[in-house]
């Protein structure tokens, strides 16, 4: 599982040309990070009518780790490659637990996964918010981005109770404390260092994805012979699909319309989210790089975006706070 996982966060692979996203006004520069193709065997999820992209910490455009990069000092590599053995490690030791307690019941161990896996979302906003408060950093794309994606996992977690995954107390009890206790770290974690986190949140989305991939591989026959999750059916079907694209980073709002036909559905869709959520875990590991995909409608609002103070982690943020700023000093 160690090299299954470790293959999926690190592994690079070319990408289709760029999606042309023009309109009557020039928008402005796109940053986003390329995302890898999540790839098992012979299947693939690719990403097609993405916007162009920035690198993550660890890849710049060429597929060149960016820890050999000139830019980085040598004491932040060292850093960098800390905190993601740091992230492997407690990740593989989860999903070992994971796979002795469910290693024969997947409905209840999808529920665990996706109490899991909205709690990181949480503690973003939680964070992000207090920085408002203290006037350090404002920056609406994150919020955004950060609810939709809470959102789109409540509703994994809706169509997995829907399924029967919380039928047993002892799963829901420790689901339920698991997410307690990730929820405090997570914070904490991002209070400081965003990067950590926000790549531990890219390790728990791979096995995600790796999880329902082969689930679907197993019991694909079967799926298809099901009917799908009423919840799903709305979710996925809706009329309001604005939280949906505001996800997926990596997208062109409205290029990607799933449908639900069966069970099969369900789950193909539920994968794909989750290799949607790495791509955009993956972009926010370079500070101020997110923006929400409704952001560059025509009519674009700049300032709401825009940082008022730049910081990252609680450390550099009081650091900013109390230094004075030479371009508001007159």
């Known amino acids: 599982m160690t090299a299954i996982l470790s293959s999926s966060l690190f592994a690079t692979s070319s990408l289709p040309k760029p999606f042309s996203y023009s309109r009557t006004h020039t928008a402005p520069p796109l940053l986003r990070a390329r995302a890898s193709l999540l790839q098992d065997n012979e299947e693939k999820v690719i990403v097609q009518d993405s916007f162009p992209s920035k690198s993550s910490p660890l890849h710049t455009a060429n597929g060149k780790s960016a820890v050999d990069s000139i830019t980085t000092s040598a004491f932040e590599k060292r850093i960098i490659k800390v905190e993601q053995s740091v992230n492997i490690f407690l990740t ?5 637990i994971l796979d002795t307690l469910y290693h024969d019941r997947d409905y209840a161990r999808f529920y665990v996964l996706e109490t899991i896996a909205r709690v990181p979302y949480f503690a973003f906003m939680s964070v992000l918010h207090m920085y408002e408060s203290f006037g350090w950093w404002r920056r609406a794309d994150y919020l955004k981005v950060h609810f939709a994606e809470s959102w789109n996992e ?26 307690i206790f990730y929820y405090i770290m997570t914070v904490l974690m991002y209070a400081v260092s965003p990067r ?44 309001d699909l604005y939280l949906f694209d505001e996800f997926q980073t990596s997208r062109v709002p409205n290029s990607r319309r799933p449908k639900i036909e069966n069970l099969y559905d369900v789950f193909v869709n539920i994968r794909d989210d989750e290799a949607e959520h790495c791509k955009t875990m993956k972009a926010c590991q370079t500070h101020g790089n997110l923006r929400s995909p ?8 700049v300032s709401v975006c825009a940082l008022e103070a730049d910081c990252e982690g609680i450390v550099d943020c009081i650091k900013k706070s109390v230094t004075p700023n030479p371009a508001k000093v007159k």
Request: charged share 25%.
């Open 92 to 96: 593989d030791s989860v999903i070992k």
């Open 154 to 179: 409540m509703h994994h977690l809706l169509i997995m109770e829907e399924l029967g995954g919380n039928a047993w107390w002892f799963d829901r009890f420790l689901a339920q404390h698991i997410a």
């Open 196 to 239: 950590m986190a926000y790549h531990f949140s890219e390790c728990v989305e791979s096995h995600a994805f790796e999880t329902y991939d082969k689930f679907i591989k197993v019991q694909g026959e079967e799926l298809k012979k099901m009917p799908p999750s009423q919840v799903a059916v709305n979710y996925y079907t809706g009329d």
């Open 294 to 301: 409704h952001s560059y409608a025509e009519d674009d609002d």
